[in-house]
């Protein structure tokens, strides 16, 4: 069986990492994936799909869309796909057009509850513009998509509000994650030395791009908090993004540079999780929050926000505590509470870890994604 996945780019996202892993354990004599990407590169992960066999096109897509269409029809129809994977979002619709004239059924996948503007469409008048032709495409797909998955149930629950949406098609479908070794303490004070700290430095960490959903800006007022009470506590920031400079400049102007450190983006995440002892996550707003997931498989309890889809990746009171967005407050005081309460904040990060071992494993979402597949083929 032959798919087709349809993404803006292969960067270090959530989205990407994913279906990277997937790529890696969905049996290659029964599923080819390849990948077509729509934004202006095809992104700095795209070689890693293309050496692990898959085809990587490049179809952008521009403010005159009939090129993107042309293209993607062509791809379509020359290779001779079975099934269309379409992570598109805002522009979910436009693939339907060309699925639904070479007769190709079309998976529809949202992971996120907010479809946020692209570069070209941020100003004002085109953002409102962009709203309503977002809600159009959405429409569409959901109503012409043979199966429409969210990687959340806050996700399908926010679709459920459209006109068409038919929910006998709605699929969940949660990201999976690897679940790595945990080191021993000598890995661990080794680890902050490498940053010049002692071994009993409180590690925060953060996995995210630096764009207004992440609230960096939160973050870094919570770590201020927590460091008055607790000023051997320091900050790893792991990600890019539009706001990073921004947030390195507001870190100058607090007097709070030797205690931060910016990593950019890195390949060796998971690698970075296990050394630290709390995983901060202040988001606006999440689909799932699947650098949540990774921490606790990572053995970390998650302090974070209250957050529809987050509610689904963190155990509340069990892998993590959760507060609402806007309590920036009570969620400094939560980290101070596991980093003086050691044997809970060890309690709180192993039962997240079996969490993820029972329901979000690699080979459960491969497992869950192949049957999709099947139940898209056996039914179009």
Known sequence: MKILHLITHFQRGGIEKWLLTMLKHVPRDSYQMDFCCKGQHTGSLAPLA?????????CPLGPWQIGFLWKLRSIVHSHNYDIIH???????GLPLLVSRNLGIPTITSFHNTHFAPQTWTRRPLLRQLRSIY????????????????????????????????????FR??????????????????????????EPDTHLLVHVGRFFEQKNHRGLIKIFRDVQRVLPQARLLLVGDGALRKEIEHLVISKNMSPYVRFLGARDDVPDLLRHCDIF???????????????AS????????????????????????????????????NGIIKLLQT????????????QRVQERFSIEVSASQLTSLYDECYRTS
């Open 297 to 332: 498989a990572a053995g970390l309890p998650v302090v974070g926000s209250l957050t529809s889809g987050l509610i689904e990746a963190v155990d509340n009171g069990q892998t993590g505590l959760l507060f609402p967005p806007d309590k920036l407050d009570d969620m400094a």
């Open 50 to 58: 293309i050496r692990e066999g898959a085809r990587v096109f490049h």
């Open 134 to 169: 977002s809600r159009f495409n959405v429409k569409y797909a959901l109503q012409h998509s043979n199966i429409i998955t969210g990687c959340s149930q806050s996700v399908l629950d926010s679709l459920s509000g459209y006109e068409m949406a038919d929910k006998s098609r």
């Open 342 to 353: 050691p044997d809970l904040a060890r309690r709180l990060g192993m039962q997240g870890r």
């Open 86 to 92: 379409n992570h598109l979002g805002a522009y979910s």
């Open 280 to 294: 901060v996550m202040p988001s606006r707003f999440e689909g799932f929050g699947l650098a949540a997931l990774e």
């Open 172 to 197: 969940l479908l949660y990201y999976g994650t690897d679940v790595p070794e945990l080191p021993d303490t000598a890995a661990r004070e080794a680890f902050r030395a490498s940053f010049g700290w």
